[in-house]
C-alpha cells in the first residue's frame, strides 16, 4: 500500500509506474522478501520503452534517461539511508547491448557482443568501473566479460554457489552458473 508512503517519499520516486514499481520493491526488501525483479514499463503509444529499434533518440531524451535519473538514485539512496544497501544487491541492465551503428529508423537494434551493467550494494566495489570498449562501443577492449562470468558474479554477490548444477527436463545436469567464473574485481 504505497499510499501509507510520505508524500516526499513518492515524489522522490515519481509518480510513475516504474517509480511505484521500486518504491515497492524497497518496501518488499524492507519486509524480508529475498528477490525482487523490476521490469521497466512499455510505452503503447512510442513503442517499447527498451527496446528501441525506431525513435532511440527521442525515447532516451523524452523518456529512459529521465526516468531513470529518477528512479535509480532514489531507490539507492534510500535503501543506504534504510541500511539495506550493504545487502541488497540492484542490478540495472538490459538483455543485451545496442548497435554502434544507428538504423534507417532512428534506432539502433541488438547487439550481443558488447552491453552495460549497473550494480549497486551488495557486495560490489562503488564507483568501479570494469572493462573498456573501442571508440564505438562495439567491442569490448580490454577486461572482456562473458555473461557466464556475469551470471556466475551475481550468483556469488548473492551466496550462491554458481558450480551448482539443476536437473534440465531431460534429467541431465546443468551448471547454473555455466562454466562461469565470478569476476573478482567487482566484489568488494
Known amino acids: 500500500d504505497l499510499s501509507r508512503e510520505p508524500d516526499a517519499m513518492r515524489e522522490r520516486y515519481g509518480r510513475n509506474l516504474f517509480g511505484a514499481s521500486l518504491l515497492a520493491a524497497r518496501r518488499l526488501v524492507e519486509a524480508g522478501v529475498p528477490y ?74 541488438h547487439w550481443p557482443q558488447c552491453g552495460f551493467s549497473l550494480l549497486f550494494g551488495g557486495g560490489v566495489k562503488q564507483g568501479y568501473v570494469h572493462g573498456t570498449t573501442d571508440k564505438f562501443a562495439a567491442l569490448p577492449t580490454t577486461r572482456p566479460m562473458s555473461p557466464a562470468d556475469f551470471i556466475s558474479t551475481l550468483y556469488h554477490l548473492l551466496g550462491v554457489n554458481p558450480d551448482l548444477t539443476v536437473t534440465d527436463l531431460s534429467g541431465r545436469p546443468m551448471s547454473i552458473g555455466h562454466g562461469g567464473v565470478p569476476v573478482r574485481e567487482i566484489i568488494a
Not at 529512459?64 to 534504510?82: F, I, S
Request: glycine letters at 10%.
Open 36 to 109: 525482487v525483479s523490476v521490469h521497466q514499463e512499455i510505452y503503447a503509444h512510442y513503442g517499447h520503452a527498451y527496446d528501441m529499434h525506431q525513435n532511440n533518440f527521442g525515447m532516451l531524451r523524452d523518456f529512459n534517461l529521465p526516468l531513470l535519473d529518477t528512479v535509480v538514485p532514489a531507490l539507492v539512496g534510500d535503501l543506504e539511508e534504510r541500511g539495506l544497501l550493504e545487502t541488497t544487491l540492484v542490478v540495472v541492465m538490459g538483455e543485451m547491448g545496442r548497435t554502434p551503428r544507428v538504423n534507417r529508423n532512428a534506432g539502433r537494434d
